[in-house]
């Protein structure tokens, strides 16, 4: 750094990453090197952190522009020298920047870094895609990288901090555009498509009560012509144009991953359909090694999907009623087994639409299986269950059963043994009265058998509970729960939350891509007619069904202790290590996930205490009050057999053909119940896709420029401290799943438990791992 008089020369490196084919938001395929920055077309001016002048806006200081160093190839990035002229004296440290490009198209603008003397270097962490100067009429900046509460932030700031708060939450208007940075709110109506057939009209849900439903991000499309209710959609050719703000959607690496991804399943999917011309039964399965062809190597004419884990030892355990029960609670729908309270269980529709809609399960079919308990005891003793898909599936049935897909409404009573298992005792399947809704349910109750008809009747009961927990897995736990409540969050904590704010520091991470996916899935996924329609048991009212289980959504419950506690899988004590005892010990996806909810908790409490020392900076912090406000107004798979995702026919009656087959063939019964073998192989490729973590992905612990997200040198101390707290944690999950005594960490299956396990090899199907976002 060289002294002129008053003016001093700060030298810079700024760090960059052109557009190439593969980014999105551009629809050209032009060569790489029709996107070449020039630097001298690139300006950036410093903003003084301390003097300021008009409106109170810290002052400029002069103009400057970028000097190649180094360029290097490809998506690599590459990096430019910058030097200002500042008036150090003068105008003090500085605490942002501005940058106008003015090449013809955008860039990835990584980072700024500043050498200072006598002082730390200033870091300036970006991330953002800058388009074009006339993209935009406001100007472009980026803040230093330091935690500051509103109260905190230089004066000299605080108008562009307050400004570029503005610019993000936009306007409320107008039909939005790749370079828009706007993050606004709208109801989903789009996923519909009435222009094109009237049957694949969809409710509009959200902003009523009768479909009450997360808010997701705006993109202005103009409406449907045929409903001014719905929002137009694009042609599936164009999905990836779909808007979301630009700096949420997909890196190039993880963008190709997915392709890539996609590409490998399309050549999966339809070689297995040429294989099975030759085949006199078309798009059936005849049996449980035909299945196993699409897996294992070795099969003529199949392109392989990976083994999935559940048959990867024993090619016959998923059958038992051991791995039945335990899948349950280590399977990928964990979070639905409730304790047993009531018996006859009872249920909470409307008795004047619905009828009486209680259980037909008798004691006479419990008791028998109890070991000389009463029912009432053993609910006392904690060791009662249930599996409840009745109430969410009841009202849907009648018109499902009038399609090509069967349902039934289900219950599933189970009892907790001294060795820690599950045991199915009975699977109630309920119809609506054939003469009307009003009076009530209609139900087969069976038990468990080991030979003959039963053991094939047994078999298909457990199928359709299996169809019931994949939908509701696919659509409430995964989609509804996960993907759209959390858009919300994304969207507030934009608008509302200055990148100083050492909140948004904290969260930013863990809403890596989740627009974009979210985006994508209504493009071209959960749309009327689309493949999630086309694979799971609600079909076209697969969407409508999320809507009515929102109705049911608090936002307090979903916090892990009182989750399970509500579920009565747990009770509170305040003794415990996490202040709940669990009343199933060996819960593997409760024990590791409270391991991991605990970690989490002490790291942002660890975290929040280093800028909140009262409750009176809370109070006094505007941007979070705002930030709260807003968001409290919005109003296991792989292998199909396993968890079908939905069934053909309904269980058979006495004296029918399907009936006199089971007796002779149950495998092929059951697997001409379950999903054929084109929809099967559609929803394994999806499944395949949605699966594979990405090369960049981040997972718990783990941050992009871990050593730089903030110069807060105490908060990189507690961040250290998180992720070895995670490392300890998996140690202590390899050590669970080796204990022997521990019978459902690895079940029947031989499939140690591993969902909770933070870490993971990326770009893999790996059954580990625990992404930093929800962004697949």
Known sequence: ??????????????????????????????????????????????????????????????????????????????????????????????????????????????????????????????????????????????????????????????????????????????????????????????????????LLARPVLGGSTEYPYPRRGRTGRPPSKADPKSESRLPQIASFAIYCPRDEKFSPLKLKDVLSNAQKAMAQLFSPQLAALGDVTLNEFNSFEDVLKVYEPGAPGYHKYP??????????????????GREMLAGSNPVCIRALKEFPPTSKLDPKIYGDQTSKITREEIESQLGGLSIEKAMVMNRMFILNYHDIVMPYARRLNMTHSKIYATRTVLFLQNDGTLKPLAIELSLPHPDGDQFGAISKVLTPALTGVGYGLWQIAKAFVSVNESGIHQLISHWLHTHASVEPFVLATHRQLSVLHPIYKLLHPHFRDTMHINALA??????????????????????????????????????????????????????????????????????????????????????????????????????????????????????????????????????????????????????KTISPQFQTLIGIAVLEVLSIHSSDEYFLGQREAAAEWTKDKEALKVFESFGKNLAQIEEKITMMNNDEKLKNRTGPVKMPYTLLYPTSEPGLVTAKGIPNSISI
């Open 1 to 198: 750094m060289a002294s002129k008089g008053k003016k001093q020369m700060i030298n810079g490196s700024v760090v960059l990453r052109k557009k190439t084919p593969l980014d999105l938001g551009s629809c050209d395929v032009a060569h790489d090197e029709a996107y070449e920055i020039l630097g001298h077309k690139v300006i950036l001016q410093l903003i003084s952190s301390s003097a300021h002048g008009d409106e109170g806006k810290g002052k400029l200081g002069k103009p400057s522009h970028l000097v190649v160093e180094n360029k290097s190839g490809g998506n690599e990035d590459t990096c430019f020298n910058v030097t200002f002229e500042w008036d150090h004296e003068g105008l003090g440290v500085p605490g942002a920047f501005i940058i106008k490009n003015l090449n013809p198209t955008e860039f990835f603008l990584k980072s700024l870094s500043l050498t200072l003397p006598s002082q730390d270097n200033l870091h300036f962490v970006c991330n953002s895609w800058v388009y074009p100067a006339d993209k935009y009429d406001y100007d472009r900046i980026f803040f230093v990288n330091q935690a500051l509460l509103p109260t905190e932030t230089p004066e000299a700031l605080r108008w562009y901090r307050e400004a570029e708060l503005l610019h993000l939450r936009g306007t409320g208007t107008g039909k939005l555009e790749e370079w828009d940075r706007v993050y606004d709110y709208d109801v989903y109506n789009d996923f519909g498509d009435p222009d094109n057939s009237p």
């Open 522 to 671: 209504r493009q071209a996924i959960l749309h009327g007619g689309g493949i999630v329609e086309r694979t799971v048991f609600p079909g076209a009212h697969c969407m409508e069904l999320t809507s009515i289980a929102y109705k049911e959504w608090v936002f307090p419950d979903q916090a892990l202790p009182a989750e399970l506690v509500k579920r009565g899988v747990a009770v509170e004590d305040p003794a415990s290590k996490h202040g709940i005892r669990l009343l199933i010990e060996d819960y593997p996806y409760a024990v590791d996930g409270l391991e991991i909810w605990s970690a989490i908790k002490s790291w942002v409490q660890d975290y929040t205490s280093l800028y909140y020392k009262t409750d009176d900076v809370i109070l006094e912090d505007s941007e979070l009050q705002a930030w709260w406000m807003e968001i409290r107004e919005y109003p296991y798979g792989g292998f199909a057999p396993n968890r079908p995702g939905m069934c053909r026919r309904l269980i058979p009656d006495p004296g029918t053909a399907e009936y006199e087959e089971l007796k002779t063939n149950p495998v092929k019964g059951y697997l």
């Open 307 to 324: 083994t999935p884990h559940v048959v990867s030892g024993d090619k016959s355990a998923w059958m038992s009623d051991e791995e039945f």
